[in-house]
């Protein structure tokens, strides 16, 4: 009998022992939170993306991209998730609004996703409840008041169908909640709540205190260089470099403002870098599709991210990084400057990107350099003639990256870099008129034939001959 009660009374501890304990610091995002050690990033979920043609009124068509409502909007929330050896899951969520609508469609556009979402509105405190039975599709207890520690501000914990949730704010940043999801294994996801309500000591916003420094959270470090803000975990050799790239991103940033001003009276966000030290890790975070990528901006995340080797030798992984940073740099400022129905040709952002990833920094001030697409430009015969180039300003995304995408992006770089540097006067104007009248929601056929007509593209044609000769 004494056996069988010190059994009984071991069974509790036993089945607590399966939740982990909240002890490895993690930075994800804005948000610096506490997993259990050993836990590993799983990748984003495929964004389903379907191609449409759309016929205009002047008997042009334009391609444009549509996807799922709901795979947008978890897409816009969800910061990062990450498993565990015993099969547990955990999932970072900013909640922003609730789903909304209704949509015309079943499925939408980017643009008419963000329309609707804006017409929904802020999510309100008082609806999290609703939000997050809509995201888990399950039914949400009633929520339990957690004591909040260091940096949180309030925390509640509740379960929503079989999974845990723990809701919490932070002192930095007291009107966004977060919400952590845990979906265990095994054990009933109120088993969790003790642990959670540990953990809140280790939570705080990644950023907290900086500016211009660098603190250090679990091997990640943040930097704050305004407008810029770098998430990495670099080795420790790197720290300094990166001070001097935030500093060339500093006067790239001026070259782009050149190229294209700030709108007046709006304020442009602050541009988020990633950059990862693991390409395994850079590959779970980007997701399918990115395998053959150095770095991408992800547009649905705000955020440029970049894969850093930390095995490669140190000056071919910095300069990688560097005219990565430079290239994909120039998509993300485009895209938080543009007006959010302008539909930007691939030609044209690749073009300047291409154009970006040359520049050096010498004594504060970038200036362009050698290309090594200027080769691949030269035999590009076909594609520089007045013809080619009337194909090149009127291709898809597809079309583009198809088959030739090598041409594709040398003679888009010779274009830009030609009609920036050594054009006739009167031709250095066609690019800032162009982006003009996109922002004044041209279509890019439209803006073709008002810019570029064919007497001005047999003049390109000519000056591209002698600019790569």
Excluded at 24 to 45: F, H, Q, S, Y
Aim: proline share 7%.
């Amino acid at each position: 009998m004494k056996r069988l009660l010190a059994l009984a009374a071991l069974l509790p501890l036993a089945l607590h022992a399966a939740v982990p304990q909240f002890t490895e610091n993690i930075a994800c995002g804005p948000v610096r939170l506490r997993l259990p050690k050993g836990v590993e990033a799983t990748p984003m979920p495929a964004l389903e993306s379907y191609r449409f043609i759309r016929q205009m009124p002047d008997g042009s068509a334009t391609e444009f991209d549509a996807f799922a409502p709901e795979q947008l909007w978890r897409r816009d929330q969800r910061l990062g998730a990450w498993a565990d050896k015993e099969g547990n899951r955990y999932e970072l969520v900013a909640p922003k609004s609730r789903l909304g609508g209704p949509y015309s469609q079943t499925v939408v556009t980017q643009e008419e996703y963000d329309r609707v979402q804006a017409q929904t509105g802020a999510l309100k405190p008082s609806a999290l409840g609703m939000w997050l039975g809509e995201w888990a599709q399950a039914t949400c207890g009633k929520p339990q008041p957690l004591r909040p520690l260091g940096a949180v501000r309030a925390a509640q914990f509740a379960t929503v169908g079989n999974a845990a949730a723990l809701v919490f704010f932070l002192k930095a940043a007291p009107r966004q909640p977060y919400v952590l999801l845990i979906t265990p294994a095994q054990e009933p996801p109120e088993r969790w709540r003790a642990a959670l309500g540990r953990a809140l000591a280790g939570f705080a916003a990644s950023g907290t205190g900086l500016s211009g420094t660098a603190k250090e959270a679990g091997g990640w470090i943040t930097i704050d260089r305004p407008p810029y803000r770098v998430h990495t975990d670099l080795p420790k050799r790197d720290r300094k470099w990166l001070d001097t790239l935030l500093d060339d991103m500093l006067a790239i940033r001026r070259a782009y403002t050149q190229a294209f001003p700030e709108p007046k009276g709006t304020q442009v966000p602050t541009s988020v870098i990633r950059v990862f030290a693991d390409p395994a890790e850079y590959l779970a975070y980007a997701g399918e599709g990115q395998e053959w990528s150095g770095g991408f901006f992800s547009g649905l995340r705000r955020e440029l991210v970049v894969k850093g080797d930390a095995e490669a030798e140190a000056d071919e992984r910095r300069e990688t990084i560097r005219s990565t940073t430079f290239h994909e740099g120039f998509h993300q400022y485009l895209f938080l400057i543009t007006p959010p129905l302008a539909q930007v040709p691939i030609w044209f952002n690749e073009g300047h990107a291409t154009f970006f990833e040359t520049f050096r920094v010498r004594d504060g001030r970038a200036a362009p350099g050698p290309s090594r697409r200027r080769d691949a430009a030269r035999e590009a015969r076909g594609l520089r003639s007045a013809d080619g180039l009337a194909r090149l300003l009127a291709m898809s995304q597809e079309e583009f990256y198809a088959e030739g995408a090598g041409q594709h992006y040398a003679v888009a770089w010779a274009l830009v870099s030609w009609l920036r540097t050594e054009a006739p006067d009167d031709l250095k104007t066609l690019l800032p008129r162009y982006y003009a009248r996109l922002c004044a929601r041209k279509t890019q056929l439209e803006a073709n034939a008002e810019v570029f007509p064919p007497e001005t593209l047999a003049r390109i044609a000519e000056g591209l001959e002698r600019y790569l000769r």
